[in-house]
Nanobody
Framework: QVQLVESGGGLVQAGGSLRLSCAAS????????MGWFRQAPGKDREFVAT????????YYGDSVKGRFTISRDNAKNTAYLQMNSLKPEDTAVYYC??????????????????WGQGTQVTVSS
């Protein structure tokens, strides 16, 4: 089991930027592909981005392509989500997830058992 802790959320104006971090502990970080999902009030959890074990492969949800960038630093056991050109519709709780090998590069929550507690991102208009 890997433990995940997100940080970096906050309140930002539309057009601004934030960088989220997901710190992992408990297991070998490089054994897991990593992903970010988000959930707005009253909505299902939505796929944002995922990155492979070594960081050479990434996938993005259509709503964030060209604006968000996922990355990882295996030496620091941390995954990141750089969010630029933020929009009010990006407002949500953002969660990171550790992917078991057979789940990558899933864009759904099924099969993902390791989640962080989430960090709130609020984008004002």
């Amino acid at each position: 089991q890997v433990q995940l802790v997100e940080s970096g959320g906050g309140l930002v104006q539309a057009g601004g930027s934030l960088r989220l971090s997901c710190a992992a502990s408990g297991r070998t970080f490089s054994d897991y592909a990593m992903g970010w999902f988000r959930q707005a009030p009253g909505k299902d959890r939505e796929f944002v981005a995922t990155i492979s074990w070594g960081g050479t492969s990434t996938y993005y949800g259509d709503s964030v392509k060209g604006r968000f960038t996922i990355s990882r630093d295996n030496a620091k056991n941390t995954a990141y989500l750089q969010m630029n050109s933020l929009k009010p519709e990006d407002t949500a709780v953002y969660y990171c997830a550790a992917y078991p090998p057979q789940s990558y590069p899933s864009m759904t929550t099924g099969g993902l058992r390791n989640w962080g507690q989430g960090t709130q991102v609020t984008v004002s208009s």
